[in-house]
């Protein structure tokens, strides 16, 4: 706020005393305004634009202090900065006023200097509380039309501010998460949080010029997702850092779906079977299955027709394989022409083999590959849940190993898997 352009209301008495500092007020660049009475005083404020009030307390025909209350009907202590003039006998009337609201208080004769520096000091002080709400209002209309999730750290409190957005992207409302690093650290996965607090720690060191780091950090529903945060620190004279803020945003669909066919990739399915896993483990009837599939002779389609032709055949499997899946059920592609299937509620291998053989139908349907058809048939091969597995990947192993079993007993099968295969397997290796 540029001083010579505040403007300050003085409510006065018609006193010379009043009118002198007026005028002195004028002559230091101040734009002042002088009313007498409650009702012209009130309409002036709510008129014009008024940084300042200097306000008399005793007057012939009205009471400063009502004043005072009426202004503070419309206007806080901070929008609206109040300086009382009263008599040097009149301090249980100016404790009054600073109780009703006032900011300070100047006594009559007033010393001119010793006023001039306290309304220098609320104009002040009124401007930093505007630059500070504007600076909140900014804040809070970015994070709202941000997509991404914002947050800043007070290294000098040690809190945290998260944005809306931040704490809906864990899948929670905003009074849920607290204003705490912990709120944030503890919930990045455990194989991820040293390097995010060691990314943190060198740039607030000076070693780096920003924070960029990728990590997983759990949902409210139990998962797991992607983000990468960017951050920025301030840094005083001596170039300690005081704040750091920056952005999080959810990289989970680039990190686990995969490119050609938008399918959930291994690194999400494995999540999703791990999930299943620990329900098993808690309530001993959560049954599932993992159907592992394998596109059988696949390469003579590369070879034959091109390399995007193959694609092309890859994401029409896709599609079928999506139109083959229940509520619950998680198709994915692992990679090449492999593809793994999560079903959820198989409390018997009957019923997963009865939901493979329909896959196999799908898949085996003719495909257009330029103007000819292609029947592309599938090897599957089938594990199902049983509290013994420790790791996802020990199942995902198995059913590999049933797929496996299935192209060498002639291709186009589905088979599920028994410990023998297993020992087959190595045999064979």
Known sequence: MNYTRSNILLVNDIAAQSSLLARRLRHRGYEVAEVCGREQALDWIRRQRVDLVLLNTRMPRFNGIEVLRAIRR??????????????????????????????????????????????????????????????????ALTARGSSDGLWHWDMRTGRVQYSCRWKAMLGYQDAEIGDTPDEWLTRVHAEDVDLLRAELEAHLAGRTSHVENEYRIL???????????????????????????????????????????????????????????QKLRHTQTHGFAVVFLDLDRFKLINDTFGHMAGDDVLVTIARRLERCLRAGDTVARLGGDEFTILLDEINHPGTALKIAERISMEISKPVMVGDQQVVATASMGIATSSPTYEKAEDMLRDADTAMYRAKLIGKNRIQLFDAAMASAKIANW
Do not use: C
Not at 89 to 108: F, M, P
Not at 255 to 271: E, I, M, Q, Y
């Open 219 to 277: 949902h409210k529903d139990g998962s797991y997702r992607w983000m990468v945060v960017h951050g920025l620190a301030v840094r005083d004279a001596s170039g300690e850092a005081y704040r750091i803020a920056g952005s999080q945003t959810d990289i989970t669909r680039a990190k686990v779906a995969d490119a050609l066919t938008g399918l959930p990739n291994r690194v999400l399915f494995l999540d999703r079977l791990e999930r299943f896993m």
């Open 74 to 139: 419309d206007f806080s202590v901070t929008r609206l900065p109040v300086i009382m003039i009263t008599g040097k006998k009149e301090s249980e009337i100016a404790l009054q006023a600073l109780k009703e609201g006032a900011n300070d208080y100047v006594t009559r004769p007033v010393d001119f200097l010793l006023a001039l520096a306290r309304i220098r000091n609320h104009l002040a002080l009124k401007q930093a509380e505007e630059a500070l709400r504007d600076s909140e209002e900014r804040y």
